[in-house]
């Protein structure tokens, strides 16, 4: 049975284990064995987005494109009921869309 290293919940999804491996072994502050429930991966993935780097974005890049996109993480509604997609799914398709998406991890980078 393999448990959330946060919450202690535990974690059926091999898709959620997966990123959590990954995101162990990017950030280095853990066994990359640990894993997180997808509660505590959200959180994990939010802050990972709020402040980037050249390395994060290499990293995200590295992943792949988000082909089975999960709830909560590569996209969710909005208040509008509107699909929307997360940084970290931009980040993960690793160059920008031009879309003007709320979230483009781009535009800071793009405008300098
Ligand atoms: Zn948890």
Same mark, same amino acid.
């Given at each position: *049975?393999? +448990?959330?290293h946060i919450c202690t919940q535990a974690v059926?999804? @091999?898709?959620?284990?997966?990123?959590? =491996? #990954?995101?162990? &072994?990017? %950030? $280095?502050?853990?066994? /990359?064995? /640990?894993?997180?429930?997808? !509660?505590?991966?959200?959180?994990k993935i939010q802050s990972f987005t709020t402040?980037?780097? $050249? /390395? +994060?974005? %290499?990293? #995200? @890049? /590295? *992943?792949?494109?988000?082909?089975?996109?999960?709830?909560?993480?590569? =996209? =969710?509604?909005?208040? %509008?009921?509107?699909? !929307? *997609? &997360? #940084?970290?799914?931009?980040?993960? $398709?690793? @160059?920008?869309? &031009?879309?003007d998406c709320l979230h483009c991890p781009y @535009?800071?980078?793009? &405008? !300098?």
């Amino acid at each position: *049975m393999n +448990k959330c290293h946060i919450c202690t919940q535990a974690v059926f999804s @091999k898709e959620i284990a997966v990123l959590s =491996y #990954a995101l162990n &072994t990017f %950030q $280095r502050e853990l066994p /990359s064995d /640990s894993i997180y429930c997808q !509660t505590c991966l959200e959180k994990k993935i939010q802050s990972f987005t709020t402040d980037l780097d $050249r /390395s +994060k974005f %290499q990293f #995200a @890049k /590295s *992943m792949g494109e988000v082909r089975n996109p999960i709830e909560g993480i590569d =996209y =969710y509604f909005n208040e %509008q009921g509107l699909f !929307t *997609m &997360t #940084a970290w799914y931009h980040l993960r $398709r690793g @160059k920008c869309c &031009t879309n003007d998406c709320l979230h483009c991890p781009y @535009k800071a980078v793009l &405008t !300098t």
